[in-house]
């Protein structure tokens, strides 16, 4: 287990975490600091426990508008996916009839070079 000194409100605090995520939860001390120094400016020395639970609060409707965005970008996805599959299917069926009328075609060509053939009475088309 690594552990990481980050600095927030300007007292510095030895925090624990998993290996390899030193660098994600030093980035996320410096986002708390950073909103508290934000609300420090705006509203004052109102205290640090106060400014500490505002940023805190404030982090979290970010992570909640986050994750909103985020269910509505997966709906959208399923949205398109399901359009997707309808246009491959109705793609299928297209293809399905230009196939059966190609096959007509060849069918009618077949028979018109038959009677061709037999007009002439050589067997051969003219």
Not at 73 to 82: Q, T
């Given at each position: 287990?690594?552990?990481?000194?980050?600095?927030?409100?300007?007292?510095?605090?030895r925090m624990a975490c998993e290996d390899g995520q030193e660098d994600h939860l030093t980035g996320m001390a410096?986002?708390?600091?950073?909103?508290?120094?934000?609300?420090?400016?705006?509203?004052?020395?109102?205290?640090?426990?106060?400014?500490?639970?505002?940023?805190?609060?404030?982090?979290?409707?970010?992570?909640?508008?986050?994750?909103?965005?985020?269910?509505?970008?997966?709906?959208?996805?399923?949205?398109?996916?399901?359009?997707?599959?309808?246009?491959?299917?109705?793609?299928?069926?297209?293809?399905?009839?230009?196939?059966?009328?190609?096959?007509?075609?060849?069918?009618?060509?077949?028979?018109?070079?038959?009677?061709?053939?037999?007009?002439?009475?050589?067997?051969?088309?003219?």
């Amino acid at each position: 287990m690594a552990q990481v000194n980050v600095t927030i409100s300007g007292k510095t605090y030895r925090m624990a975490c998993e290996d390899g995520q030193e660098d994600h939860l030093t980035g996320m001390a410096e986002q708390l600091n950073q909103s508290i120094e934000a609300l420090r400016e705006r509203f004052g020395e109102i205290g640090d426990q106060r400014l500490t639970v505002m940023a805190a609060i404030t982090l979290a409707d970010q992570n909640a508008e986050a994750e909103r965005h985020l269910q509505q970008l997966r709906a959208e996805v399923a949205g398109l996916e399901e359009a997707r599959a309808a246009v491959v299917e109705r793609q299928s069926g297209v293809e399905a009839e230009i196939a059966q009328a190609i096959n007509e075609i060849a069918a009618q060509i077949e028979a018109l070079a038959a009677r061709v053939a037999g007009a002439n009475g050589d067997g051969e088309p003219a």
